[in-house]
């Protein structure tokens, strides 16, 4: 079983929470509703409301996020020839603090201390990652808890006006009252807040750009509200979608996809490059961004022709397609290098930020200093 135990205020902050469901749940049905209206409707409604946020919000809480697995460790380098011509094979991407392989979509969680696909954020109130295996919990159990704040309120405040046209037959008084205003306050607060969360979750699924990656400026592949939806919750639209159930077999096999990409650097480079391509094909809808015609940016680099002779030499020529923005490419990149004046990339500031394309990069440098030196010393 999943369980973030590192980290002492998740773990408050999600008994709070639990707390609190069960706090408003007694007083609604206990103190409002059955000496109101007796066993009703109400009190089996609102008491599945309550039973579905407690479930939803365990299963987000100890339901793996996506964590990418400790036995996920880069292999050690493996040489096949002594040739100095031959450069050696790219590594691929490591996390510098948990040591695993880490994909192109996975995100180092400091609460976690793992490596999380497609994480959204860290949820105190869960204690534990927003991510692909347990967004689907945390959507409902926001929907849930929110409707149910609103249903409380509305009891309250009917019970309210019931009383106020006959004092003398209503039972609220003392601490009831007192319980029954606290409840009303906890539903405001907590309404509001889940409203407000459940908003911004659905907007980064429709963006398609998790709260993580949008803090990075850093945005997804733009597509229809309803394929987003079904990315998160696995299948087309459906009545398992309203029940914490068990994810479909789609969502483990997105993520075994993700961890077979990591191995293969070149696979994650160009899944890294089509997809800033897409991008930058949108942004270009709406007037966002350096747009690639023929070949040329706008100050009349060849930027294609230039990748192709950087990184001849390793795998064969690589030639990006027309309309791939390398200057947005360029300016995700952290990482300064030096370079040679004969350096096509000298007059920039910085190589892409992959650190694949980095690698290559020395790599076909070191080449043609050694090709340029073999031909020196025959002349």
């Known amino acids: 079983m999943w369980w973030v135990r590192s980290d002492m205020c998740g773990l408050f902050s999600a008994g709070l929470t ?28 609102f008491t599945s409301l309550t039973m579905l946020a407690l479930i939803c919000h365990s299963r987000a809480q100890f339901t793996d996020p996506g964590a ?38 996975a995100h180092h969680c400091s609460s976690c201390r793992r490596c999380i696909v497609r994480m959204d954020h860290h949820c105190p109130w869960v204690n534990n990652c927003v991510a692909m295996f347990n967004q689907k919990h945390f959507l409902l159990f926001l929907i849930y808890t929110a409707t ?14 019931s009383c106020t046209g006959n004092l003398s ?9 007192v319980l029954c205003v606290a409840v009303f306050i906890e539903a405001i607060i907590f309404g509001l ?4 969360m459940l908003w911004d979750q659905l907007s980064a699924i429709f963006e398609n750009t998790p709260g993580i ?9 733009q597509r229809g509200k309803y394929e987003s939806l079904q990315e998160v919750f696995g299948e087309p639209m459906c009545w398992r979608w309203w029940l914490p159930l068990n994810l479909p077999q789609r969502i483990m096999e997105d993520f075994q996809q993700e961890l077979k990409c990591m191995e293969d650097p ?114």
């Open 18 to 45: 639990v707390v609190l469901i069960l706090f408003a749940q007694l007083v609604i049905v206990k103190v409002v509703i059955l000496p109101w209206l007796g066993f009703s409707l109400h009190v089996l409604l």
């Open 68 to 105: 990418v697995t400790w036995d996920q460790i880069p292999p050690p380098p493996v040489y096949t020839t002594n040739d100095p011509m031959q450069p050696p094979p790219v590594p691929p991407r490591v996390c510098r603090r948990c040591k695993t392989l880490k994909p192109f979509k």
């Open 148 to 161: 149910s704040c609103l249903y409380a309120g509305f009891l309250l405040v009917s019970r309210f006006l």
């Open 169 to 177: 037959s209503c039972s609220l008084g003392g601490w009831g009252a």
């Open 193 to 196: 807040f889940c409203c407000i």
């Open 213 to 221: 990656d949008a803090m990075q400026n850093r945005r997804g592949i």
């Open 266 to 379: 070149m696979v994650e480079e160009m899944r890294r490059v089509a997809d800033w391509q897409q991008v930058n094909a949108q942004q270009q809808q709406h007037g966002i961004g350096e747009h690639v015609h023929g070949g040329m940016m706008h100050d009349g680099r060849n930027m294609p022709g230039m990748h192709a002779s950087l990184l001849h030499g390793v795998e064969g020529p690589i030639v990006f397609p027309d309309g791939y923005n390398y200057a947005e490419h360029m300016s995700m990149t952290s990482v300064p290098v030096e370079r040679d004046a004969d350096d096509p990339l000298a007059g920039l500031q910085s190589p892409p930020r992959s650190p694949t394309l980095r690698a290559r990069q020395h790599t076909a440098v070191h080449q043609r200093k050694a090709k340029q030196n073999g031909s020196s010393k025959k002349e």
